[in-house]
């Protein structure tokens, strides 16, 4: 059992944050008290919370956590060559061990900015899920797949299963509600211009099989979108729902370029858009609509996209940049309020990865997926509003310490389930040779 006790305690996006509370944490995982009363606990940890804050842990609704490896490599070019010249022949050098390792340095960043479930598609996605496993994180875990090595078919197994195929395969085998689901396995398309239609019809017959979610980037660019429509007369919005990918929980990362018909659908389907806003605007995609797709009924998650389009996996940046970005963009400072970011990155994080009865607020009988937040530092003083100081004036960097299912994974610049010296190391030894030797 752990006490916080006398802590401001932020229970949820659309909550007032409470002062001087307790929150006790049951030997269970789960938030067994939550109020201004001390509650009995003999035996508990007890942890002040002198100037110090408890808040919902974050979720990351569309990373591609390898991808860390390539933060700051090939900047600066037009998205084509950026992918061809650089992320391509690189990613296709490397190794379930590499992708182990690369994905170990995102965990730590991760965890270390008060993010405690991630939603992540990459490829050899297996050795990602077993590193997620080790760290006690919660993960939504996606292998993308592609046409690119089997055009004309496609299978999950026997001689006309690519890689790609056999690793989803194995990723569901394996991870699909590991730990009592903690790992959660999703089917993906990695996006309309990169498959066909027996890709989608099999992906789409899988997810009704074993009831997964989907998760596909959508309509990111308007190249993209303009020439799904020009392929097949419709947007990819519509050609998924058509092809019943939508049916099917559907986490569509982007949605930049998408319609009010298409808002529709989403909306019609409970699909979920993860907004990328950093990834977004460094690529140059544009500014999604969420306004829009909010007022529409979709669910609107946020997520930082991978570290090479990004280039880190601070939640927060993102919470900040959702919340004023569209107010400029339409010239209204009233679009997007505090309550709203917040409630992107908690709430509606949990409801796109199916788990919005177990976590996104903190209340008694939800896992106790947590961030200590410090609040002795300049930039977050005075507290007018703490959710403000959340939204506008924090950084990752003033998590001190992250939980999920109440189990202490982070506590200022330790890590209890991650050697990150040793993947340094290895990442030196081992990636960089491999990728670029
Ligand atoms: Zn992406």
Redesign the pocket.
Known sequence: MILFEKITILPSAYESAIEDAYLLVGDDGKIAYLGTEKPECEGAEVVSGRRRALIPGLINA???LPMTVFRGYGEGCELHEWLNRYIFPAEAKMDRKTVGICTDIALAEVLASGTTSVTD?YNIEPAVAERVAESGIKGNLCRALTSFASPDGFEWSGERADDAALEAAELYERFHGYDNGRIKVDAAIHAEYTSGPYLWQKVEAFAAEHGLGVHL?LSETKSEHEECIGRWGMTPAALFEKYGVLDHKANC??CVWTTPEDHAILARHGATAVH?PV?NLKLASGFAPIVEMEKAGVNVALGT??VSSNNSHDMFEEIKLAAIMHKAVALDPTLVPVETAFAMATLNGAKAQGRENECGRLAVGFDADMALIDLDSPHLYPIHSLLSNLVFAARGSDVERTYVRGRELYRRGEWRTLDVERARYDMEHYVFPKIWG
């Open positions: 569309h990373t591609h598609m980037h990362a982007h990328n990834s996209d991978g």
